[in-house]
């Protein structure tokens, strides 16, 4: 899988169909074809910055 913010391989599942990218910083959800992405607020909430509606890659990132 890649991030949809800036398509980094570098990516950790935080939930069900949660996902944190630690190149960017983002947050995102993947419910069927669209995805959320989000930023992370100072106070730990999360604030979307913009629906995406592009496919999103999956792999073993290898």
């Known amino acids: 899988m890649r991030c949809p913010n800036c398509?980094?391989?570098d990516i950790g599942k935080i939930g069900a169909s949660?996902?944190?990218c630690w190149s960017c910083f983002k947050e995102?959800?993947?419910?069927?074809?669209?995805?959320r992405?989000?930023?992370?607020?100072?106070?730990g909430s999360l604030v979307v910055i913009e629906n995406f509606t592009?496919?999103?890659?999956y792999g073993t990132g290898a």
């Open 18 to 20: 949660q996902y944190y």
């Open 28 to 35: 995102f959800n993947v419910a069927g074809e669209e995805v």
């Open 54 to 57: 592009d496919e999103i890659e």
């Open 37 to 43: 992405v989000y930023d992370v607020a100072e106070d």
């Open 7 to 9: 398509t980094s391989r």
